[in-house]
């Protein structure tokens, strides 16, 4: 079986849809996808995930399933880098999250104050379980740390979400903490995360990852990615982000 997650196209946050350059993603992406076999197509609730995958349903005639768990991750925290409420738990500084090791264990990494009080390990054992469920329609039935296979396939699933959410699946198919994955990769807007399963032994399967991010459907087009979820690369950069 392979799985793609497929992050939003360049956001507009302010009315929950794409940018100019958001749609053209969204088009660039559906040439990709249009080649496919594709089995079935889940959606976020979100509009700006439901407008990425729109091109690409219109396009085959098709359908997505929406899925309350693909919205993004929705576990506010108090964050010693935020003084104005609650915000995502992840895209902390660097310099505080990493003191606390715990955050780099599979099984600890929400045992943290802020982790308890914000019900975020709440939140990812729903996202899994909800994962799990949808797995197990398709043949593949979580045990422990792999999954027993009842129906092998060859089948492609594609998932539009959105790149908190995506880091809380690859978390939970891969078996590590979720924080190191939100800090340490960017998914740019639009990109493929291709997961693939190995029966090494016949009824035993895991996940592996074969490209994470990817934008080759851009370059293609001489599209370059959006900046949307990186920081400045050096802090002189004052035209790119800081927080």
């Known amino acids: 079986m392979k799985l793609m997650i497929i992050r939003h196209g360049d956001p507009d946050y302010s009315i929950d849809s794409l940018t ?3 749609w053209r993603e969204a088009e660039y992406l559906a040439d990709r996808l249009v080649k496919l076999d594709v089995r079935e197509f889940f959606v976020s609730p979100l509009g700006r995930a439901k407008d990425t995958a729109s091109i690409t ?11 309350l768990w693909l919205r993004e991750f929705q576990a506010p925290i108090f964050r010693p880098d935020h003084s104005e409420g609650k915000i995502c738990p992840w895209d902390w500084l660097p310099q505080d999250w990493t003191r606390e090791e ?4 599979y099984d600890r990494w929400a045992e943290p104050e802020m982790m308890t009080e914000g019900f ?8 899994s379980f909800s ?9 593949y039935v979580r045990d422990g740390h792999v999954y027993r296979v009842e129906d092998p396939n060859n089948d492609t699933l594609v998932f539009f979400c959105h790149f908190g959410v995506e880091c809380v699946l690859l978390s939970h198919l891969l078996g590590i903490s979720p924080m190191p994955l939100w800090h340490g990769f960017c ?6 995360t291709t997961v693939v399963t190995e029966e090494r032994r016949k009824g035993i399967a895991s996940f592996r990852v ?29 035209w790119e982000r800081k927080d």
Do not use: M
Request: proline share 3%; glycine share 12%.
């Open 120 to 127: 975020v390990g709440a939140q990812y054992g729903w996202v």
């Open 20 to 22: 100019e350059k958001g």
């Open 187 to 192: 998914a740019a807007p639009s990109s493929v």
């Open 57 to 67: 349903l219109k396009r085959l005639g098709r359908t997505a399933e929406e899925c």
């Open 131 to 139: 994962l799990d469920q949808l797995l197990a329609r398709f043949g």
């Open 102 to 105: 715990r955050f780099y264990q």
């Open 210 to 238: 074969l490209s994470f991010g990817d934008i080759s459907h851009l370059y293609a087009q001489g599209e370059g990615p959006a900046f949307a979820a990186r920081f400045r690369e050096a802090y002189g950069n004052e």
